[in-house]
């Protein structure tokens, strides 16, 4: 009977999975579609317009990838798209993750600069710069996410094909080949371990440290920073402009924290013991509440935007530029280069 229930529960949570893809896919692909239609040809070029058209690119592309997932979970698990696939799927999902954190903490440092750097940020700070440094962004989400095409691969099991982290592609290979005897094995199994081990252990806490932690702190330090440098000078108005960012870093938290947390218990639980209910159930609740994040931004950016109430009657034009705008940050940055020049002055008249 216990077997009959849980089984029961997974058929459940199976369902809801599928209706998360789904709703995820559809808000996904057309909210941040119209996103990328505005921002990327029909607005004025701006920082923000760069920032958020890379925000939006990544989980566009993430969205798109979303039917394979729910195929994959309606056919009970059985991936019928092969290798390729797999693994770009896979690729595409760490690629979304790491180039959305990469971003937000670029935000966050491009925020810094423009408070604590008013001068500089004035003559230097424009769109150009923030494309470069979006392309760096997206470099380096690529790169740290190529293990995934490395080691993600599939496997025949119970006539089902499955679509797996194989940290030890080369043996299975030398299986498939009918490489290596009996004795090779005993010989080999010890280094084996250790290298999957090693693999497993690199992939996940790298995952976790540049995948979340250090970009954390980095959003951390430069919000608290910019926090008190706005409450020194009495400019609590120059901080509208962060209030759609304030909220898209809180969901994205809301949405990765669970999922980095899941797979950091699953990391310290024993290899040789069953992995527990808790984390058999809450690694795929938490996957797909980290899908959801791809489809709420645009979201955000409407409801966050000024003047909400009057958004019905607004083109989606309107409201984006609202949501996007930079004339309080301008405002701080332009007070802020006043006074610097007038203090350098008074400084040259004093001498």
């Known amino acids: 009977m216990a077997n009959e229930d849980y089984s029961n529960f997974e058929k ?9 893809y789904i709703v995820t896919f559809v808000l996904g692909v057309t909210g941040n ?7 990327g040809f029909k607005m004025k070029r701006t920082v923000n317009t760069v920032w958020f058209l890379g925000l939006a690119v990544a989980d566009f592309i993430f969205s798109l990838f979303l039917p394979l997932s729910f195929t994959y979970v309606a056919l009970g698990f059985d991936w019928p798209f092969g290798t390729l696939l797999c693994k770009t799927n896979s690729w595409v999902s760490v690629l979304n993750m790491l180039a959305s954190v990469f971003t937000l903490a670029a935000i966050s440092l491009d925020r810094l600069v423009a408070v604590a750097l008013p001068v500089w940020a004035q003559n230097h ?5 923030a494309t470069l440094a979006s392309l760096a962004v997206w470099f380096a989400a690529a790169l740290l996410s190529s293990p995934t ?10 006539n089902r094909t499955i679509c797996y982290n194989n940290f030890l592609p080369e043996s299975q290979h030398a299986a498939e080949t009918g490489q290596g005897g009996e004795a090779d094995s005993d010989e080999t199994m010890e280094y084996l371990e250790s290298l999957y ?9 790298a995952r976790f440290f540049c995948g979340f932690l250090l970009p954390l702190l980095v959003i951390v330090a430069c919000y608290t920073i910019i926090g008190c440098r706005l409450k020194h000078n009495h400019l ?3 901080a509208k402009p962060f209030k759609v960012i304030a909220a898209i870093i809180l969901t994205f938290l809301l949405c990765w924290a669970p999922y980095h947390i899941l797979m950091l218990l699953e990391f310290a639980h024993p290899f040789d013991q069953p992995i527990p209910l808790a984390l058999r159930v809450g690694i795929p609740l938490s996957s797909s509440l980290a899908c959801v994040n791809s489809c709420l931004n645009p979201i955000l950016y409407v409801c966050m935007g000024r003047d909400f109430r009057d958004t019905v009657r607004m083109s989606m034009r309107k409201v984006l530029e609202r949501a996007f705008t930079e004339d309080s940050l301008q405002t701080y940055t332009s007070r802020s280069r006043t006074k610097a020049l007038s203090l350098d002055g008074e400084a040259s008249a004093s001498v």
């Open 236 to 238: 609590a108005n120059s």
């Open 33 to 39: 579609g119209v996103v990328i239609c505005f921002t």
């Open 197 to 205: 081990s090693m693999r497993y252990q690199s992939v996940t806490l």
């Open 12 to 20: 459940t949570m199976a369902a809801f999975t599928m209706a998360i």
């Open 125 to 129: 700070r424009g769109p150009g710069l």
């Open 149 to 158: 095409l490395v080691y993600r691969d599939t496997i025949r099991i119970a």
